[in-house]
Nanobody
Framework: QVQLVESGGGLVQPGDSLRLSCAAS????????MGWYRQAPGKQRELVAL???????NYADSVKGRFTISRDNAKNTVYLQMNTLKPEDTAVYYC??????????????WGQGTQVTVSS
């Protein structure tokens, strides 16, 4: 069974930085893509950043130039470096993975979410 475990959320002030991490565990054959989504209160979940196994990246316009996604294939881990954080970045951040486990077909997996709060 595949699990995604996030870490790194917290309370910061505007202009500060945070780094989120997400590790995929289980018997995994391959990972096509991993990334981060976020959901603010009263809003729909939205894509923040995605990285494929070919290292192709995609960012939401609102985070371009401030956030950087990266991955460590050997550790099945994805990172999100968030700089110059703004109050509007406040949300629950969810890790996402398009993963093929050893048993069963490819699927979409989600972490439990980590809270990021940007406030003075």
């Amino acid at each position: 069974q595949v699990q995604l475990v996030e870490s790194g959320g917290g309370l910061v002030q505007p202009g500060d930085s945070l780094r989120l991490s997400c590790a995929a565990s289980g018997i995994i054959l391959s990972i096509y893509a991993m990334g981060w989504y976020r959901q603010a209160p009263g809003k729909q979940r939205e894509l923040v950043a995605l990285i494929t196994r070919e290292d192709s990246t995609n960012y939401a316009d609102s985070v371009k130039g401030r956030f950087t996604i990266s991955r460590d294939n050997a550790k099945n881990t994805v990172y999100l470096q968030m700089n110059t954080l703004k109050p509007e970045d406040t949300a629950v951040y969810y890790c996402y993975g398009d993963i093929t486990p050893q048993y069963g077909g490819a699927g979409h997996y989600w972490g439990q979410g980590t809270q990021v709060t940007v406030s003075s």
